[in-house]
């Protein structure tokens, strides 16, 4: 969603209340919540679906890093683009993609945003700057760049994002991405999920500094660490940064540090983590609580109006989930449509 | 020690699973050799992405069941230079479809440092690749890409198809001087067989005359051999009776078996996972085409591969892309009976 | 605009070395369109490592002639990032063998994007392979890698063997919606050849018949045409007339122009310089032993290709490593004589 | 050259002076002059040798560079490895290896070191610990790492030296090796031999920090910036890198600001630098003339014996090219021969 310049005008009594709750609409806000809801309920419909075996293969799902995917979609337009990862539900509905067409895709329709070409680990939705999520870690982040390159040398004005995990700051890609955005000064933000864990091996584990976001220094770029479970947080630190890349002062490295409730895929076992750690993230640290409770602490919404929202939501998904069953299925004769582009 | 003949072992076999039977081997390996050391991402407490090095990390400690972070091009590399310096990695690839973060390692250092050398090196490096479709995961997660492997000297190329060939080439390929790479089907990790306890090693090299027949020849590999087979007992009632070949090695290729056998049978079809184009079977074919068999050929050399596709999610059109049963039951149909 | 046939130029044509073809080519598709961008390392003031680019980044500036840093993966995804969203990024690898680096932008992204997003995006990027032997250059430097890209569905992959191609197959690749990979010789890069002025295309997917016969086709690939051409005007004084085809396409390969070739001939020889295992001329031989030429089949399918080999550093041995004028001599008596 | 402690206990005296000539003995200090001449004069000995049509192929020549490579391998043992780059002559004799065999690799003779399949570009010495040049730049990054993993695995006490230019840092090999080798704490030593330029292209068009060395932080390693012109500069990094490593503290990256004074390779034009630069180092701070003078300064050496230096490396380069040009040519029927170990 768009800043809104309304917003900023506002009352001297606001000046007091933190960058989200000055910087954006109340019904931007709401919309927030909701679709933090909206990535959260989807996710959980998918699990469903593939336990009920509607959905096959894999899935990785990001309950519990709403507000990272949120947080920082708020801060782009509909014509900045973002490349994702294999966790990237979120990023997609944060983006703008109607869940009707992602349960198509994970049904493996024709309907769903690649005609049941690319399932999950690929979901997009170019229309709306989402150029896909990656089955490669790392993949999407030299590609986040391009899109840069674009919009600078055609001056389009838009800001590309990369979303990653923690996992993925070993990739070469990585490095050679984030050097080659700093020396060009181009408009693009790097967004570290840092769920604390790439499959199961622990950041500690895997990484020789203790913050991706210390990484930044290596390419003089700002590294900033938020705590990712907290939308406002999020928020600010999107836009700023991304103001920063509008300007043309060059890519900014945020680290939004949160956690992931299920396992790595539909095939962990949890053998790397405990219980206690996370019932931890659950109940004491969980994105959509804390922002709640903010909400309704600056009167931004009461007990009715998050009840709508959660109805509003239910609906939507039920409705998506409708939607994908009765869609048609691709046929085997198109197999090899789209491979290539087709010439007129 | 390089054995260069099947050993049986004294012990009877029982049933494992391929995953089971890589397993095996590669704890046989550890415990006969300190030098030995597994390396890959989420190998250790996770047990691997598809259960393969399962709990080894609590047998042999974390300083040989290395977790790596997720540098596919350094681990590589990580693991060339420590075969050349005096320990026998076997590296697992978390996918094969990796194996392209990777190739500058494999390729110009692996296969060529002996060579560019002049012989003052070795490189003892074993590397796993689980390839293959049908999990539903996707056109980055489902490759089959062998046939660049089976491209480049200095590399050896295994595709075992059985349990019993996953745990004796995986042996075989430890004690190999040179870089061997394990292609591994994941859709046969789950897959059981007869497998022999104790140490034994399946020669890289030769291939298997899984079933004997004489009027058309088929060389299949990894998952397909098994398809092959199931092709050949429905052949079979319909008095067709084919020879299924399980070709092992795509390098270097046991050209002699497959010869043999197409100039016996005079019939030659070639079934492989892989892109059609420039797959392993257009070796196979082209291998023939020019031997001494080609005046033995009654019908032109055909060629089963995958579509010239991506894999895609939607499972019918995955099951789509690859050959079937069915394929190969039509395909040796009309080659027998000369529909073409 | 996309052009399916080959314009001839009104002007007439000059002659220009591939390099300088290659060179103008750009420049036409720089001058034309602002969207075109050329990426590499030293492409810019040095000029490319083979003075390809050569002065280029006086004329469109240093903001669409762009010297990456030694990053291949990460400029190869740069690249198709950028082709992804609206660029036409012409991509230069200073050596073919450094594509190694990049296979996953190339092929988990690139080749796969359009398929994988279900035809939401196109990626028009264009990317330069300097490829092959002959320059002392060793192992690292020499390798020719097209048959691996020649396996990989949604990727185009031309192999000009003339100036006139490769400005011709340049400028179609740059229009072509899709990613388009090029194989370039080194040692072509200084071969003159009559280039005509202005805009023109050589449609990608379309064989060349270089010389008509009736005894034997020999279909060759880039460096190796003029080879065969060689060879051919040899072989016409000894009585033996030779057809050579020149690929020109490795992916989509021209089936018909080579098949209808093997049907009026009845002989095949493929000559290429890759490794010969798995290599171009695999393919070649496997089509043909699978198509309605069979039948017209006299001799076996003959293939020549490169050893078995890392390429090497001694100038005998590297000769020795890739096909010359007497290997195809030999092979082309051996074939119509029927010495074999 | 091996640690000598003889050299410790030296007199009071001695303390005042720089780390190199308190830790060498004079004959190991005259040695490194040795060594410094040696290298020059093989690639100026190689240079005329491929213009007299001689050597084919191309090369890449660290005429300028001498000091980082005699410096950095005086702090190792025969046992130790390195993994060497295209640029890699220097530190090949560095590190050891004759130049006769050299030249006669060179020379594409079967004497080489390689048995003429390598040539410049592969020239490696493994009795020595050289691993090897490689083509491929930062290819050898990761296979020094491999080579401590094993002297860790082992136990060997053996350290691994990793050279590599200022413009292999923007490679992914370099990100993921140095943050494995941090992680494991490997005996590695990182050697950044930053000569201001890869090929045409400046640090500074390339590379998004200043300093390679300041990378180094993202690694949890220290970052040494030393001049790479003074030996005793990099004697002293090199020493204290190597005894952390084999102390098993892990890694360290070392940057030797250096220069090259010829082209990249055969084909530069040197359109991308100007002809005073040039001057300025060779004229101002030749490695050479530098260290000769501190040797003068010290009293370790006087004229007759630079003379006598001078006129063994003279004879030293005149029989390795009489030894290559008189070596006999591979066998074309050798062609495949060690592609694959011959198995008894
Ligand atoms: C190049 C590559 N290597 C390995 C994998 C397998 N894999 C998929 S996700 C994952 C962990 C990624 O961790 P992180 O980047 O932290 O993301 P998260 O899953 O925590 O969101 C791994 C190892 C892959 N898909 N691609
Ligand atoms: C992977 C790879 N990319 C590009 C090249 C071509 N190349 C050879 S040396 C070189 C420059 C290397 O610069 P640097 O690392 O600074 O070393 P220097 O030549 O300055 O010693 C380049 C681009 C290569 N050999 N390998
Ligand atoms: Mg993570
Ligand atoms: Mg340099």
Redesign the interface.
């Known amino acids: 969603m768009a800043r809104s310049t309304k917003a900023r005008g506002q009352t001297a009594a606001k000046a007091n209340q933190p960058f989200l709750y000055r910087h954006y609409t109340p019904e931007q806000l709401r919309e927030a919540l909701r679709k933090m809801y909206l990535i959260r309920r989807f996710e959980e419909g998918a699990e469903e679906s593939y336990m009920r075996g509607l959905i096959h293969g894999t899935m990785h799902l990001s309950i519990g890093q709403e507000a990272s995917a949120v947080g920082i979609c708020m801060a782009l337009t509909d014509e900045d683009q973002i490349t994702s990862t294999h966790r990237g539900h979120g990023h997609s509905i944060a983006k703008g993609a109607d869940v009707k067409r992602m349960f198509a895709e994970f049904f493996g329709k024709t309907t769903g945003y690649c005609r049941g070409r690319g399932g999950s680990m690929h979901i997009a939705d170019v229309t709306k700057g989402n150029l896909g999520a990656n089955g490669i870690v790392g993949g999407g982040i030299p590609i986040a760049v391009g899109a840069a390159l674009t919009a600078k040398r055609l001056g389009t004005g838009k800001v590309a994002v990369s979303f990653f995990g923690d996992g993925a700051n070993n990739e070469g890609a990585f490095h050679e991405a984030l050097n080659m955005a700093s020396i060009w000064k181009l408009p693009v933000v790097f967004v570290c999920e840092n769920n604390g864990y790439g499959m199961s091996t622990s950041v500690a584990r895997s990484t020789a500094v203790p913050n991706i976001a210390d990484r930044a220094a290596a390419y003089s770029m700002p590294g900033v660490i938020i705590d990712g479970n907290i939308l406002s947080k999020v928020a600010e630190a999107a836009n700023e940064a991304v103001e920063r890349a509008r300007l043309g002062q060059g890519p900014t490295l945020i680290e939004c540090k949160t956690y992931r409730y299920r396992g790595h895929s539909k095939s962990d076992r949890n053998r790397y983590r405990t219980k206690e750690e996370i019932e931890q993230w659950m109940t004491q640290h969980d994105p959509i609580s804390l922002y709640e409770a903010e909400l309704r602490e600056f009167g931004v919404i009461d007990e009715a109006g998050i009840a709508a929202i959660r109805a509003d939501v239910e609906r939507e998904i039920a409705e998506g989930i409708e939607y994908a069953k009765a869609s048609p299925a691709p046929e085997i004769a198109d197999l090899e449509q789209d491979v290539y582009t087709e010439l007129a | 020690m ?1 054995v ?1 003949v099947e050993v049986k072992a004294e012990t009877g076999a029982r049933e494992l699973t391929y995953a089971q039977a890589i397993q095996e081997a590669m704890a046989l390996a550890m415990e006969a050799d300190e ?1 030995v ?1 597994l390396m890959g ?2 190998i ?4 691997g ?1 598809f259960q393969v090095t399962g709990n080894l990390v609590e047998r042999f400690g974390p ?2 069941v290395i ?21 026998r990695p076997i590296f697992e690839f978390q996918f094969s ?5 990777a ?7 692996a ?12 490189v003892p490096v074993v590397m796993r690749f689980p390839a293959g479709s049908g ?7 489902s490759q089959s ?1 062998e ?2 492997f ?5 590399l ?1 190329v295994v595709q075992p198809a059985t349990p019993h060939d996953a745990k004796g080439l995986l042996l075989a390929a430890v004690q190999d ?2 870089p061997v790479m394990i292609f591994e089907h994941k859709l046969l990790y789950k897959m059981k067989g007869e497998v022999p306890e104790g140490f034994y090693t399946v020669p890289i090299g030769k291939a298997a005359v899984r079933r004997e027949g004489r009027d058309v020849t088929i060389v299949a590999t990894s998952i397909m051999v098994q398809k092959a087979l199931d092709a050949a007992a429905t052949l079979a009632g319909e008095g067709i009776d084919a020879e299924v070949i399980d070709l092992r090695t795509i ?1 270097p ?1 046991d050209r002699k078996t497959v010869v043999e056998s197409v100039k016996k049978t005079s019939r030659l079809l070639c079934v492989y996972e ?2 059609k ?7 196979i ?2 291998m ?4 001494e068999a ?2 033995y ?1 009654d ?5 089963l591969g995958g ?4 894999i ?6 995955e099951r ?2 690859v050959p079937q049963v069915e394929n190969i039951l039509a395909a040796a149909r009309d080659l027998v009976r000369g529909a073409r």
Request: charged share 20%; glycine share 14%; proline share 6%.
């Open positions: 390089n260069a030098r050391v991402e989420d250790g407490v996770y047990g992405a300083e040989r977790d790596t972070p997720i540098s596919e091009l350094g681990g590589a590399g990580v693991a060339v230079g420590a075969a050349v310096t005096g320990l479809d990796f194996a392209t973060l190739m500058e390692q494999i390729v110009n250092q296969a060529k440092m002996r060579y560019m050398l002049g012989g003052a090196v070795s999990t539903g995961a996707a056109a980055q997660h890409l046939a660049w089976g491209h480049v000297p200095g050896k001087p040179d390098r290729m892989g892109v184009t420039l797959g392993v079977g257009a070796e074919s082209a023939v085409a020019e031997s080609f005046d050929l019908a032109p050399i055909v060629r579509a010239e596709t991506p895609p999610y939607n499972p019918d059109l789509a892309t």
